[in-house]
């Protein structure tokens, strides 16, 4: 009896009699037979919009353009990408100075790396993100298991979050090796690789797919650093 806004990625009106407008904000919309609208229906002028024969509308009004993530406001994401970027760099900054050893290890494994262990350490990477997970949750069904389940998915959570932090240092390091090849403290290549990986996030359609490599292999190096 009343106007009545939808929101949803995809919406379909059936056997709905709505007195007042109906708003939809969608990408997808289909009103199908049954439908009553005895007021104005409008939505953006972007979605793909069906109509049965069957549906009934008084009136129909287009309104702008749904905003796609390609089009979000620079300053936003350039903001929230950048707060990011701080984060990472204090927990690195900590990182750097209780664990060291972490990340020389990385130096020392991968001072010459070659495209097999580029490979190797992404496929590493994807076990990890799909068997931990599956391990933990075994382990939590058995009734002994339950505590180190509850670890084991800390652990993950924490590490998943991390994994860009070791992947930003091994491409500042290789950076850094490849252009002046002289030492430098370790914080610096940190530094410079999460500087790199806040500008590929900045580019629409690179973001995406920049953090999910970032996370393979990150956690490919934490379980090398782990494991030596």
């Not at 929101?7 to 037979?33: C, F, M, Q, R």
């Not at 793909?48 to 300053?75: H, M, R, V």
């Not at 992947?167 to 914080?187: E, M």
Request: proline share 2%.
């Amino acid at each position: 009896n009343r106007n009545v806004s939808v929101y949803g990625n995809k919406i379909t009106v059936e056997n709905a009699n709505i007195k007042g407008n109906l708003k939809i904000y969608s990408a997808n919309i289909n009103i199908k037979d049954g439908a009553v609208i005895e007021g104005t229906l409008s939505y953006p002028e972007d979605s793909i919009y069906k109509a049965s024969k069957g549906a009934q509308i008084n009136q129909i009004k287009k309104t702008e353009a749904i905003q796609q993530e390609d089009d979000e406001n620079f300053l936003d994401t350039f903001t929230g990408k950048f707060y990011s970027l701080l984060c990472f760099a204090l927990i690195f900054a900590a990182l750097g100075i209780f664990l060291p050893g972490a990340f020389t290890n990385i130096n020392d494994k991968y001072a010459e790396l070659t495209f097999g262990e580029g490979v190797e350490v992404f496929t590493k990477g994807l076990v990890i993100l799909i068997l931990v997970p599956v391990i933990a949750v075994l382990l939590c069904i058995t009734m002994i298991g339950v505590p180190l389940g509850i670890i084991l998915l800390v652990l993950y959570a924490i590490s998943v979050y991390v994994s860009k932090i070791f992947t930003a240092y091994l491409i500042g390091y290789k950076i850094w090796q490849k252009t002046f090849d002289k030492d430098a403290h370790i914080l610096f290549f940190g530094i410079i690789g999460l500087f790199v990986i806040f500008l590929l996030e900045l580019i629409p359609g690179v973001r995406t797919l920049t953090t999910i490599v970032a996370i393979l292999i990150g956690l490919g190096l934490i379980f090398d650093t782990i494991k030596k």
